[in-house]
């Protein structure tokens, strides 16, 4: 499939989500957790950007990668939020653009080698949890941009 149609798919299969909800997570003094509001900010800034997307190449990409990441998202809602297919699909259209056309993290990343989990450096993607993360079974890291750190930077 062209990156152009996934483009439109996943345009398509977000548009109904209330993403007004995930976007006040990030300031809502309620939601403590600083992952929550990572992920909330990093995701509802994924979500604007692709309506915001201009494609400059419209390259292919395989539509067996397409279907297995849809499979194993499905496995892992079946498997840990049964009930919760709003997610499952936020999550599988926003993974699928991340993964396939701009081909960024699946988490939010910072700059810092030192206290951020994930993070850029000289123009690649490094996650400190992926070496143990990608064992798992059907595993979203198998289809992340992301590298194993360097072995001083998993500490």
């Known amino acids: 499939m062209k990156a152009s149609k996934l483009l439109n798919e996943i345009r398509e299969n977000l548009k109904d989500y209330p993403i007004d909800y995930l976007k006040n997570k990030v300031t809502d003094d309620r939601y403590k957790d600083p992952l929550t509001k990572s992920l909330a900010k990093y995701n509802s800034g994924v979500y604007d950007e692709i309506y915001e997307k201009e494609l400059e190449n419209d390259f292919k990409i395989n539509d067996g990668v397409v279907q297995k990441i849809k499979g194993d998202i499905n496995f ?80």
């Open 76 to 155: 892992y809602f079946d498997k840990y939020a049964p009930n919760d297919n709003e997610t499952k699909e936020f999550t599988k259209y926003i993974s699928l653009y991340l993964a396939l056309i701009v081909k960024k993290p699946l988490h939010p990343y910072g700059n810092d080698p030192k206290k951020d989990e994930v993070y850029m450096k000289n123009n690649s993607y490094y996650c400190k949890g992926r070496a143990k993360f990608i064992k798992d079974q059907k595993s979203l890291c198998r289809y992340c941009i992301c590298k194993n750190p360097p072995f001083a930077f998993m500490f």
